[in-house]
């Protein structure tokens, strides 16, 4: 039996874990003195380790075993299919998802900056990679990272990063360089959406820092979870819906979701319990300022009513998931692992069906699968009959 039990279930994040290298490939031959890296070094003990261990499983079926049982405990590198893809599908079957959308980890540290030649340059080399690193088997659903300071070539990197069959496109949940993502003359990149049904999805990482790092110096210093300092902690965790929150309500306050009533949203790895108090915000600000802002008026339905059409979230394992149903609908919130990333936990199941009691098979069925086939649209898996 797969983790999943036989129920149908669509993994709306989770990664692979790069190996130094991973874009070299990739690149541009112009490109490949400026982006060719040894970033990863500081890892390679780690790395190098990960590597013996996956050869090791793929010669020695006990050695196999002993990782499959461990699924969801070895995570990062150690974790089985994090970085060989063929291992991958191996974890999918296991895992018994019918798909799951696949980011890169760290690859788009490697090119970011105002070098904007650059920028491009490694945006493009990471979709290839990640499209190959997906391309053998249709559960995994690559994401593509586009940046949107150039509208031209973030245009062509788009049409590009489809043509490879990326299932979704990651865009900063940040303004467009000196513009705001709904200026007009980004148009032709949300029209490409609109048109080719593919969604955007924002995620953790893409919003630039969290939070002024002065907050962090209180005179009692602590760690992340992970033990590193690097990752986000509890002050860093308040901020993390600022982002997708304000992202996402100019496109609905600019009247986005009326130009382009096929585009289509999710919020990826950044907790969706302030969605509930958030619906509420949106639609006092068009009820606040309506009378002195012309877009506001122009809006066909309230705001609240484009989150429901086009947008969902992911929550965190733990987050009180019933509740959130239960205030803001059942069509609204994604299951995801995150694997192999630690911050999935050993038992996402577990925790998510421990904050759902009472809520119904039906309601379960959209969590698990259809809110992010409705997500996916047509590059989602045929969805299967469930009785109510």
């Known amino acids: 039996m797969s983790y999943a039990g036989g129920r149908p279930t669509l993994d709306a994040d989770s990664h692979l ?26 890892v390679r003990p780690v790395v190098e380790a990960a590597t013996d261990a996956a050869a090791r499983r793929g010669s020695d079926p006990a050695a196999r075993q002993a990782a499959e049982q461990r699924l969801l405990v070895d995570k990062g590198w150690n974790a089985m299919g994090a970085f060989d893809p063929v291992e991958r599908s191996r974890v999918v079957d296991l895992l018994g998802v019918d798909a799951q959308l696949v980011f890169a980890t760290f690859a788009t540290a490697l090119f970011m900056g105002k070098d904007l030649d650059l920028v491009y340059a490694g945006s493009a080399a990471h979709n290839r990679a990640v499209a190959a690193f997906c391309e053998h088997d249709p559960r995994l659903l690559p994401v593509a990272w586009i940046p949107l300071d150039d509208t031209e070539r973030a245009v062509v990197l788009l049409e590009e990063a489809l043509d490879l069959g990326c299932a979704a496109i990651h865009v900063p949940s940040t303004a467009a360089g000196t513009r705001a993502p709904t200026h007009p003359d980004l148009d032709r990149f949300w029209a490409v959406l609109d048109e080719r049904d593919v969604p955007f999805v924002l995620h953790i990482g893409g919003g630039g820092r969290l939070l002024d790092r002065a907050f962090h ?50 919020v990826i790895e950044q907790g969706a319990s302030w969605v509930v108090s958030w619906l509420h915000q949106l639609d006092y600000a068009r009820r606040a300022f309506r ?52 911050e999935g936990g050993r038992d996402p199941l577990a925790k998510f069906e421990e904050a759902m009691p009472g809520v119904s098979e039906a309601d379960r069925h959209h969590f698990y699968y259809e809110n992010m086939a409705f997500l996916l649209g047509s590059r989602a898996p045929a969805r299967p009959v469930v009785a109510a």
């Open 217 to 266: 110096d209180n005179g009692r210093p602590v760690t992340d979870h992970l033990g590193g300092g690097e990752n986000i902690r509890s002050k860093d965790f308040l901020c993390i819906a600022h982002s997708p929150a304000l992202f996402l309500g100019a496109m609905i306050l600019d009247g986005m979701f009326d130009r382009f009533p096929n585009l289509r949203g999710g």
């Open 17 to 42: 874990m790069e190996l130094p290298g991973f874009l070299d490939p990739f690149i541009e031959k112009s490109m490949r003195p400026r982006l060719l890296t040894r970033a990863l070094d500081r």
């Open 291 to 342: 009378r002195t802002e012309e877009p506001l008026r122009q809006l066909a339905r309230p705001p609240s009513e484009y989150v429901h059409a086009h947008l969902r979230f992911t929550p965190f394992p733990g987050e009180p998931v019933g509740w959130m149903i239960e205030q803001a609908g059942a069509d609204l919130f994604m299951f995801s692992t995150d694997y192999p990333h630690p």
